[in-house]
């Protein structure tokens, strides 16, 4: 892998020739955790790491996660010049804390039923006040019209990266060849300036190395051919992954040629390069005289906080599209977004990880 010159402009830093992205499908997210799993299992294990989930889901509405990270600020000034304004940072409990549990008490104590398993905070050693999917399928709603839906996160690996841009050190750069956002372990300086600029609050911090850490789209899996870990191993075919620019892809053709997929909150204006199907009639809603009607329960101004206004007339789209191919009629958007061939979402990225590492 190519390193970014020490003394590069951000222009430079951010410049690539092709830029790799995903589309995620919230219509099939069931929650399983299994691309946080897939994540963790290869990238955050080391210590200092514990607490981080480069890949993570949660329920929406609700805190997210890191906790509350949209209201935390970051990005752009609200001028022309595109200049990366400090947020605040997360803290350790907001991105999940690393709990300790009584397993010695419990298993070795010798005091029988009197004591059970219970967390603590990792920093404090007192009982947590919060943690990863602490408000797990709370959701929001009022009865009996409750909704939740879950959305995954990651590194949006942006064209226009504030933290790319705050960074003092030039740690941070796109990767030429493939536009993914990298951090260069031995330039972080542990500043977080990075920390505070990404408004999707992407990037975390190893307190023992004392260093900032983030996403790499797997970039060692990218450059054999090999989709990330996060979305191979998605067992509901939420996902898609490519080259953006790949014209015969699913990718493009969802979101360039019908215009189905939204990038989740554009007002930040960092031109992110992760893309999402909106949810739409997952649930249908009751009537007041508790008859069910053909209406969703997800409420219209719940999308637009998060996709923008665009994302009513993609909503209309999709539905049109399923009454079209409810009435025997072809479309192309559905049989994309069914994906019967799993190789299919993965163009040019459907090589096998055990085949390619013997």
Same mark, same amino acid.
């Given at each position: ?74 990005? %752009?000034?609200?001028?022309? @010049? ?43 050693? @007192? ?19 409750? %909704? %939740? ?44 300036? /990075? ?8 990037? %975390? ?12 789209? /797997? ?51 960092? @031109? ?56 025997? @009629? ?29």
């Amino acid at each position: 892998m190519a390193f970014a010159k020490r003394g590069a402009s951000k222009e430079e830093l951010l410049r690539h020739t092709r830029q790799v992205g995903n589309i995620i499908d919230l219509n099939k997210c069931m929650g399983c955790q299994t691309c946080t799993v897939a994540c963790k299992s290869l990238w955050t294990t080391r210590e200092g790491t514990e607490h981080m989930r480069w890949m993570n889901v949660t329920t929406y509405p609700g805190a997210g996660y890191p906790r509350d990270y949209e209201q935390m600020g970051g990005g %752009y000034a609200a001028d022309t @010049e595109k200049t990366p304004t400090p947020g605040k940072l997360t803290t350790f409990s907001d991105v999940g804390d690393n709990f300790k549990f009584n397993h010695a008490d419990v298993y070795y104590g010798g005091k029988g039923n009197k004591t059970h398993l219970k967390p603590s905070a990792a920093l404090s050693g @007192e009982d947590p006040k919060w943690g990863y999917n602490w408000d797990e399928d709370e959701g929001g709603g009022d009865w009996p019209n409750g %909704y %939740y839906f879950y959305l995954p996160r990651k590194c949006y690996h942006c064209d226009d990266a504030p933290c790319l841009k705050a960074c003092t050190h030039n740690a941070l750069y796109k990767r030429e060849e493939d536009g993914i956002v990298v951090l260069d372990q031995e330039r972080c300086n542990d500043d977080r300036l /990075c920390v505070e600029a990404c408004p999707y609050k992407a990037i %975390y911090f190893n307190p023992v190395s004392q260093k900032s850490e983030k996403c790499v789209m /797997c970039y060692p899996r990218v450059e054999q051919g090999i989709a990330p870990a996060c979305d191979r191993q998605c067992p509901g075919r939420t996902r898609i992954f490519g080259y953006l620019d790949e014209e015969d892809s699913d990718l493009y053709k969802l979101i360039y040629v019908h215009k189905v997929a939204r990038p989740l909150h554009p007002e930040f204006g960092t @031109e992110p390069n992760v893309f999402y199907i909106p949810p739409f009639d997952s649930t249908k809603a009751f009537a007041d005289d508790g008859s069910i009607t053909d209406e969703g329960r997800i409420e219209a101004g719940v999308l637009i906080e998060l996709f923008g206004p665009g994302v009513v007339d993609v909503i209309g789209k999709l539905k049109a599209e399923r009454t079209k191919r409810q009435n025997g @009629e072809p479309s192309e958007v559905m049989d994309l977004l069914i994906g019967r061939n799993f190789w299919d979402r993965f163009k040019g990225f459907s090589n096998d990880p055990l085949q390619e590492a013997m």
